[in-house]
C-alpha cells in the first residue's frame, strides 16, 4: 500500500498535535459514543472544509457530504440510499437537534447542472441521474438580482433540500414537536462569507452570529 506522502505526513502531524495531546477526550468518544450538536448536509467538494468552517472539533458534527449538498425525496421503497440512511440515523438514533444544508459557491455539481457539461461522466450514470434532483428548481429574481445566476441557483438548491428533507415523515414530525431546527447556508469560498435563509421571508441573510 502506497499512500501518497502528503497523507501519510499530514496522519503524522494529526496524531503528534492533535490526537495526543486530546487523547482523553478521544478515549470518552470512543467509551460514550457520539452525541453531536448537528447534521451538516454538505458538498463534496475538496475545498468546502466544514470542520475548519464551523471550528469544530472530533465528536461536535455528524456530516454527511454528497454532490451538491442534495437530499433526495422520501423513498422508502428505493434501493441504495446513502443520504437517507444517514438523515434517518441522524434524527432517529442521534436524535441532533439541528439539521443544516451548507451549500458553497462555484459548486461543480450545480454548474455542471446548470451549463449541461456531462462529457465527463456517463449520460446514464450516477452523476447524470443524482443532478436531476436539480430539476425544476425555483431560482428567485431577487437571488439573481443580488448575488448573480451561479449563486441563485446554489441558493435555489438548498431551499430544496429544505424541501426534500421534510418530506421525511420523522424530520417533519421531531421539527413540529419542537425538538429538531432546520437550517439553510451557503458559504461563499473566496471572502468566507457565510449567509443563511431565513425561512420567515425566504431570503439570504448575512450571518448574525446569535
Ligand atoms: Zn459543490
Not at 465528536?59 to 437530499?71: Q, S, T
Not at 437571488?143 to 420523522?170: K, M
Not at 429538531?180 to 435563509?197: P, Q, R, T, Y
Amino acid at each position: 500500500m502506497t499512500l501518497p506522502k502528503s497523507l501519510v505526513e499530514g496522519y503524522r502531524r494529526f496524531l503528534r498535535d492533535r490526537h495526543a495531546p486530546d487523547r482523553g477526550r478521544y478515549r470518552q468518544l470512543a467509551e460514550l459514543g457520539q452525541a453531536p450538536s448537528a447534521m451538516i448536509i454538505a458538498c463534496c467538494d475538496a475545498r468546502v472544509d466544514v470542520a475548519a468552517i464551523f471550528d469544530a472539533e472530533a465528536g461536535d458534527l455528524f456530516i454527511l457530504r454528497n454532490v451538491a449538498n442534495l437530499v433526495p425525496p422520501y423513498e422508502p421503497e428505493g434501493m441504495y440510499h446513502g443520504t437517507s440512511a444517514a438523515i434517518e440515523f441522524a434524527v432517529l438514533a442521534l436524535q441532533v437537534p439541528h439539521i443544516i444544508v451548507l451549500g458553497h459557491s462555484h459548486c461543480g455539481g450545480v454548474a455542471a447542472y446548470r451549463e449541461k457539461v456531462r462529457d465527463k461522466v456517463p449520460a446514464q450514470g450516477f452523476i447524470a441521474r443524482w443532478l436531476t434532483l436539480l430539476d425544476n428548481l425555483r431560482v428567485l429574481e431577487a437571488d439573481i438580482f443580488t448575488y448573480g445566476d451561479e449563486v441563485a441557483f446554489e441558493l435555489a438548491a438548498i431551499r430544496s433540500s429544505l424541501v426534500q428533507l421534510r418530506s421525511f415523515p420523522f424530520v417533519r414530525k421531531r421539527e413540529e414537536a419542537g425538538l429538531l431546527s432546520l437550517h439553510g447556508l451557503h458559504f461563499d469560498l473566496a471572502s468566507g462569507s457565510l449567509i443563511g435563509l431565513d425561512e420567515a421571508d425566504g431570503s439570504f441573510v448575512g450571518l448574525s452570529g446569535a
